[in-house]
């Protein structure tokens, strides 16, 4: 692909007026300096540029230098060579020099470049109404290969304008520097944070002239003195508390040079800074503070209010400041318009229930002034209440029963003193409630048991054999006791195994109660088994059975048959279980039943899908007393949850427990909305879209949140929402516009070379396509100079917004003539027979070779229209005779092709 390095000239002005006063250059310095990159050019005036990507750009992509192989000249001079004095702008990678403004177009690959020059960052701090000023060169290929003006404002970049092609003038075949300006946005006054930035894109088509673009003598300005101040300024707050500073802002338009604050009630009063800070107010009022901006062409002055409100004075009160534990303190606050409590909570009463002392504090704020109030509720303990005294005793007896730890008592009994004596018959429990001198209650109990007078007796086997085991069994009568065998046994049952027969003794007490017996055991007699265990347990429990009577290690169960002295079961149901004992030499055998009391099987019943604000009554069935997750110890609980909430209740019958849980689902009242186009053209579809809800009927019946309706009139469709039991209904009108009605004109034909004027009507808006052979394609009678036979569709589009589309032809007749070839060509510039090619009217293809009289090839080009101009590898060749030969095909699609001999004349 050659380098372009042909260069145009534009002039365009975007005009300022009046004198003006630059405050920031930029000429990029003095020195050749060829090669280098924009982002690290030295000399500049204000330091590097940055290089940012604004899209693709190729292995073989352009980019940006700051030197003088692009001399920066005046405006309305031609382009020069390499100078002295830089300037910025786009060349070439891929030939691995800075050629100037001279861009590679494409052709091998990797061309495409889209990047930006940024300027460092432009203080306009105290400066409005700028304008930036700068002489460039620019050329390319219209919008596909082109340069334009961006603009950052301190948080992003935005277009400013597509910088004009400039013209070639009497400089062809170099660019004319041409002077520009234009007026920066109004976001650019008093601004600290702006930049400049120049961006390059270009295709990679191989089509394309220079120059590229290139700047010298970057200028802003503002408009000098003449011209008044307009004054502004912003303060950090309008609504003052008591006490409190603020800060002011000058954003005063057109340069002023002098500033007279006044604040009225503030500390200071005055101030002739561009921007005064820590301005006090203490007083409470409305003021105005006034700022007048001056410069040389006048003055003015704005005010603004600033609204000074006092402190509020916040108090809490209390039902009760001390409290016992567990009861309920009612805090009232007082002193202003809104309340924050330190629990988050916002209103002005609240309820709490305090489990240690707790000090509250809240938070009163009127006109965004805030005052604070403390207040301490003292929790009081319950007393630790406590019996002591006897709590066994034998049948008959009396005991004494203390409390302590309180200073009041109420026994069970009725009676009121600390100590009192009882002499019940049966196990008895005794409570009492104490109170301190706080006033906290608390309770404690105990059970007296009455142990009867036992009658010591002794049951054994009689005999066992020599050397086994006999239980002797000691009892006392109805009621629990306990054991003191001669031998040292303790238990009722005593296992012994005498070698001869003996007499044993047992002392049963109950307690203090207690009798002696004795038993003559005749050896001989068989081992007492026996088991003892919990023999009532409730579902999943399990039971540990532990047999007795025999020698250890010497048991054979039923169960799983194991040999345990003790076992552990889960019965699914009531189930007696069987153990053999051995003493060594004889064996017994004996039973046991646990009883399984099933857990009780809780139900809930009641309402369980709610819509918002809404409650319920849950119902538990299937025990005798309830234990809710809410609090409630009764069957029934009514609930009105906030969001979707489980509930848990434990129901106890027996002494066995069974769970049970629910969930409530609080459902959202929903709101009923639709979206979507309203207004379509006839023949369109248009999508409806319901909000708000998990379930949709509209009222053509569907069902789906979304629909697609073509409507041939304007109609009004209506959606129910649902959302779980809670609905909601709205409706929409979709207005229908007609299509307008085009006309694209009667089919014509041309002569190849010549036009046909098309003539459409029938809307607002035109597009013609295919627009390559037409002077426009948005208006409506364009002219058409199509090169084959050709059909124009025309696009038009109403006040409405619809379109509609017609086609017409234009026929193409060809009148192509023949294919000549001059026979002689004198390559001396002077704009005559310079160029040697093959001329025709209707080229379409070719292959046109030229060889000198060696064979050596000297040109070839594949282009129609494309000559030789007597050179080779870039050295014009001496004249002499040359030979020639060339082949293609035309538009009509008929070949030709052709030799011969043509003279080079120096």
Not at 11 to 21: H, K, V
Request: one cysteine or more; aromatic letters at 10%.
């Amino acid at each position: 692909m050659q380098k372009i390095s042909i260069i145009l000239l534009f002039l365009l002005f975007s005009g300022t007026a009046g004198a003006q006063t630059v405050f920031w250059t930029e000429d990029f310095g003095t020195g050749c300096n060829q090669g280098q990159l924009a982002d690290a050019a030295a000399g500049t005036m204000h330091g590097a540029w940055t290089l940012t990507s604004t899209g693709t750009n190729g292995a073989n992509a352009n980019t940006w230098f700051i030197s003088a192989t692009e001399n920066g000249n005046p405006a309305g001079s031609c382009g020069t060579g390499c100078g002295t004095d830089r300037t910025l702008h786009v060349g070439a990678t891929y030939f691995s020099v800075d050629g100037g403004a001279s861009y590679y177009a494409g052709g091998l690959g990797g061309e495409e470049t889209n990047i930006r020059a940024e300027s460092p960052t432009i203080d306009c701090s105290g400066r409005s109404n700028i304008t930036i000023e700068f002489v460039y060169m620019e050329y390319g290929e219209g919008a596909l290969d082109d340069a334009s003006m961006w603009y950052y404002d301190g948080s992003s970049w935005s277009l400013l304008v597509n910088t004009p092609k400039t013209l070639f003038g009497s400089c062809a075949p170099q660019g004319m520097w041409t002077a520009y300006s234009y007026s920066l946005p109004a976001s650019a006054d008093n601004n600290p944070n702006v930049k400049i930035g120049f961006n390059w894109t270009n295709n990679t088509n191989a089509s394309g002239t220079d120059p590229s673009f290139a700047v010298d003598d970057i200028t802003l300005s503002v408009p000098s003195a003449g011209t008044p101040p307009v004054a502004n300024f912003s303060v950090t707050d309008t609504n003052l508390c008591v006490g409190d500073c603020i800060d002011f802002t000058d954003l005063s338009t057109n340069t002023p040079t002098s500033w007279a604050w006044t604040f009225p009630g503030g500390t200071p009063g005055t101030s002739a800074a561009q921007n005064p800070t820590s301005i006090c107010y203490n007083i409470v009022g409305d003021y105005e503070a006034k700022l007048v901006a001056t410069n040389a062409g006048g003055s003015d002055s704005i005010t603004q209010t600033i609204h000074v409100y006092d402190y509020p004075t916040a108090a809490i009160s209390a039902n009760d400041s001390s409290i016992c534990e567990g009861d309920n303190v009612t805090l009232t606050a007082s002193g202003g318009g809104t309340y924050l409590w330190g629990g988050s909570q916002t209103t002005a009463v609240i309820n709490e229930t305090p489990l240690v002392t707790t000090n509250y504090t809240v938070t009163v704020t009127t006109n965004g002034c805030s005052d604070s109030a403390s207040l301490t509720v003292t929790v009081n303990p319950l007393p630790a209440i406590s019996i002591s005294g006897t709590s066994s005793i034998c049948n008959g007896d009396t005991t004494t029963l203390t409390a302590a730890n309180g200073t009041t008592y109420s026994w069970s009994t009725l009676e009121t003193t600390p100590s009192i004596d009882v002499n019940p018959t049966v196990d008895t429990w005794y409570y009492v409630t104490g109170t301190d001198g706080n006033g906290c209650s608390n309770v404690d109990s105990i059970q007296v048991t009455v142990n009867p007078v036992p009658n010591a007796v002794i049951a054994g086997p009689g005999s066992i054999c020599i050397g086994d085991t006999a239980i002797l069994s000691a009892s006392g009568g109805a009621g629990s006791y306990t054991y003191a065998w001669n031998g040292g046994g303790s238990s009722a049952n005593n296992q012994v195994n005498p070698v001869t027969s003996t007499t044993y003794y047992v002392t049963v007490s109950a307690g203090t109660c207690s009798d002696t017996a004795s038993y003559f055991l005749t050896v001989d007699t068989l081992p007492n088994i026996g088991i003892t265990g919990t023999s009532t347990i409730c579902d999943n429990d399990t039971a540990t059975l532990t047999g007795t009577g025999g020698q250890s290690g010497l048991y054979v169960w039923s169960y799983l048959s194991l040999t345990t002295d003790y076992i552990e079961v889960t019965p699914s149901s009531s189930t007696t279980y069987t153990v053999t004992g051995s003493d060594g030499n004889c064996s017994n055998t004996a039973t046991f039943l646990v009883t399984v009391n099933p857990a009780p099987v809780i139900n809930i019943s009641g309402t369980t899908d709610i819509c918002e604000g809404d409650s319920t009554t849950l119902t538990a069935t299937g025990a005798t007393t309830y234990s809710w997750s809410n609090g409630t110890s009764t069957a029934s609980t009514t609930v009105n949850p906030l969001t979707t909430t489980t509930y848990t209740v434990s129901g106890t019958d027996g002494g066995c427990v069974g769970t049970e849980s629910v969930q409530v689902t609080v459902n959202p009242v929903p709101t009923a909305a639709i979206t979507g186009d309203t207004v379509i053209c006839f023949g369109e579809t248009t999508t409806l879209t319901a909000s708000g809800g998990t379930t949709y009927l509209w009222s053509t019946t569907e069902t789906t949140s979304s629909i697609s309706i073509s409507p041939s009139t304007s109609q009004t469709y209506s959606v129910t929402v649902s959302n779980g039991p809670c609905v909601d209904v709205t409706s929409i009108n979709v207005i229908v516009n007609p299509l307008p009605i085009v006309d694209a004109g009667n089919d014509t034909m041309i002569v190849y070379g010549t036009s046909a004027y098309l003539n459409g009507s029938g809307g607002t808006v035109y597009s013609w396509t295919p627009d390559a052979t037409l002077s426009c394609n948005d208006c409506p009678d364009p002219v058409a100079t199509p090169e084959t036979s050709t059909e124009y569709t025309l696009c038009v589009t109403d006040a409405n917004g619809c379109s509609n589309c017609d086609d017409v032809w234009v026929y193409v007749e060809y009148n192509c003539g023949d294919i000549f070839v001059p026979t002689a060509f004198s390559p001396n510039n002077d704009g005559y027979n310079d160029i040697f090619l093959v001329r025709g009217n209707c080229i379409e293809t070719i292959v046109f070779k030229v060889f000198d009289r060696w064979g050596e090839k000297v040109f070839e080009s594949r282009t129609p229209g494309e000559g030789w101009d007597g050179s080779f590898r870039g050295q014009a060749m001496n004249g002499g005779v040359f030979s020639f030969y060339y082949s293609g095909t035309q538009i009509d699609g008929t070949s030709f092709s052709g030799q011969g001999t043509v003279t080079l004349i120096r």
